[in-house]
């Protein structure tokens, strides 16, 4: 028992969002493809939002790569994220100042089976809060465009013998940037994607830096009529740069990646000043990461 609490001392390195998707040979970054779907480079008008996503992740699949130890995962989570975001009528270069936070809550149901030996552990749990004090949004007649500075801090717990706590034990830094592109004179059809790069510093209590990250989140979405959205969004992310540090125990040159693509459905409901949200995708081509499917309902209420 001893042998598979050192193997999944990782897997406590749970993904900031989703509880337990992490690799079981290595670090992954704070940032969760698929979190933001159609029109995700488009910026809403200068007000005050507040966004609550509601995410489900279920995965009974590891995809291991090269030598990696076998093992079974029944990984079930749900987070909340509490958002509020302010968009000014400051503008910077044309653009819109935007600030926000990125506040987690999550429940893990976390099962780990490698042989004959198991762990299991569920919990509530705080997990790494996300600033994002400088984002621009650009708005022109047939484009939008977003760029945001952002930082995760290690507000949440880690422990190796209590894996479904979402903490990551080191800061990111992340910067994003891309645009939603209108297709036709009347906005209704819409191409938007965002690119994100992190860079993680050490962990706190070990001498272990994670690779930096690559993602891509993209979305082709239609607007039937002024209330409903529907589209197609999808997401890739990479692990571009070896983990480095004393304390790694397993093989650092492998580097984990994942893809996921699933329909979106979106209404505002103009009296209540309410748009829900609504985006199930399924992961494919995973290496040294769990497989799975994640379901999105979230809410944007204008003020």
Not at 100 to 129: C, F, H
Not at 259 to 264: A, H, I, S
């Amino acid at each position: 028992m001893k042998q598979l609490w050192s193997l999944f001392s990782t897997f406590a390195c749970i993904l900031q969002l989703f509880g337990a998707s992490a690799a079981v040979s290595g670090e992954t970054g704070h940032y969760v493809g698929g979190t933001e779907g159609i029109k995700l480079a488009t910026a809403p008008p200068p007000g005050f939002y507040y966004k609550l996503y509601n995410v489900f992740y279920y995965a009974d699949t590891y995809q291991s790569y090269r030598g990696s130890r076998q093992v079974r995962p029944d990984v079930q989570n749900f987070v909340m994220i509490h958002r509020p975001i302010l968009v000014s009528d400051i503008r910077i270069l044309g653009a819109d100042y935007i600030a926000s936070i990125l506040m987690p809550v999550t429940y893990a149901d976390v099962s780990v089976r490698s042989g004959e030996e198991q762990i299991n552990d569920k919990r509530w749990a705080i997990g790494d809060m996300a600033v994002e004090p400088f984002c621009l949004g650009w708005h022109a007649d047939r484009w939008d465009a977003m760029f945001s500075l952002a930082a995760y801090l290690p507000t949440g717990r880690q422990s190796s013998r209590k894996i479904a706590l979402p903490g990551k034990e080191f800061w990111t830094l992340m910067l994003s940037l891309g645009p939603t592109l209108y297709l036709d004179r009347d906005k209704t059809w819409a191409f938007s994607t965002l690119v994100r790069y992190e860079l993680h510093s050490r962990k706190r209590h070990e001498d272990i830096r994670p690779g930096q990250n690559l993602s891509i989140d993209a979305s082709l979405s239609k607007s039937l009529g002024r209330l409903w959205e529907i589209g197609l969004c999808g997401y890739a992310q990479w692990q571009v740069s070896k983990d480095r540090g004393s304390d790694i125990t397993y093989n650092r040159s492998i580097r984990d990646r994942v893809f996921g693509l699933g329909p979106e459905v979106g209404i505002y409901v103009p009296f209540l000043k309410l748009k829900f949200q609504f985006r199930n995708q399924i992961e494919f081509g995973a290496r040294d990461r769990t497989e799975g499917v994640i379901t999105n309902l979230s809410f944007t209420k204008s003020f």
